[in-house]
């Protein structure tokens, strides 16, 4: 079965506003990552949050990660509308090596 | 250069076929895998190779038979296609998912007819 659910599974904003899209998982993570895939794409690495971080930032995304909640969150700021794409949090547990996916959230940024 | 590069992009071909897709990687990574997505966008690992060895089989159905000739590659064998198969199939590659995330292929589009 899938390690998280996103939420919401679609989002759809105006150029210049914020998206937030939310993951929660099931076990203990090693850590927490973000991919972006563009419409008919391969996946993109956007951003690697540890179980022992709390938030990190990259230009204009910030991760949070609540381990307690098993939860995290993709805040991105000033949103583009080539921002438009689906966004997926993947987990990876223990000492493995693979990546457990999240439903995704298809985010629609309109100019 | 493309990092993970897999071929071909697209295939479309009957039920009961036998077809293979295959994946290169240049960036030096130990860590190969590859990945199924369905129709409603679910990602699902199915193998995942480090070094040439197989380190992870999903409960994948044993129609599907990976092949790594050198760590740099990975190919993916389909014998006896059912319609069920059709789907985007992703290869990836990884140094250390501890560390840096995976780098993936363009996908390629399996059509079952």
């Known amino acids: 079965s899938q390690q998280g659910e996103e939420d919401p599974q679609a989002l759809s904003i105006q150029e210049g506003e914020n998206a937030t899209m939310n993951c929660s998982y099931k076990?203990?993570?090693?850590?927490l990552q973000w991919y972006r895939q563009n419409s008919g794409r391969g996946l993109v690495h956007l951003i690697l949050?540890?179980?022992?971080?709390r938030e990190k930032h990259s230009g204009r995304l910030r991760v949070t990660l609540d381990t307690s909640k098993k939860s995290s969150s993709l805040l991105i700021t000033a949103s583009r509308a080539a921002d438009t794409a689906s966004y997926f949090c993947?987990?990876?547990?223990?000492?493995?090596?693979?990546?457990?996916f999240g439903t995704g959230t298809q985010l629609k940024v309109e100019l | 250069d493309t990092a993970v590069s897999q071929t071909p992009k697209y295939l479309v071909t009957q039920m009961g076929n036998d077809k293979s897709i295959k994946c290169e990687q240049n960036?030096?990574?130990?860590?190969m895998y590859w990945y199924k997505q369905d129709s409603k966008k679910f990602l699902k690992i199915m193998f995942s190779?480090?070094?040439?060895?197989?380190?992870i089989n999903e409960t994948v159905p044993n129609r599907f038979s990976p092949k790594s000739p050198d760590k740099a590659h990975l190919n993916l064998h389909i014998n006896s296609l059912e319609l069920g198969d059709s789907a985007v199939y992703f290869c990836?590659?990884?140094?250390?998912?501890?560390?840096?995330?995976?780098?993936f292929g363009q996908g390629t589009r399996l059509t079952v007819v």
């Open positions: 190779y480090n070094n040439k060895e197989l380190i």
């Open positions: 960036l030096g990574h130990d860590t």
């Open positions: 949050i540890r179980s022992n971080e």
């Open positions: 990836a590659s990884s140094q250390d998912q501890a560390t840096g995330g995976s780098f």
């Open positions: 076990t203990s993570i090693n850590n």
């Open positions: 993947a987990t990876v547990t223990g000492g493995g090596n693979k990546l457990t």
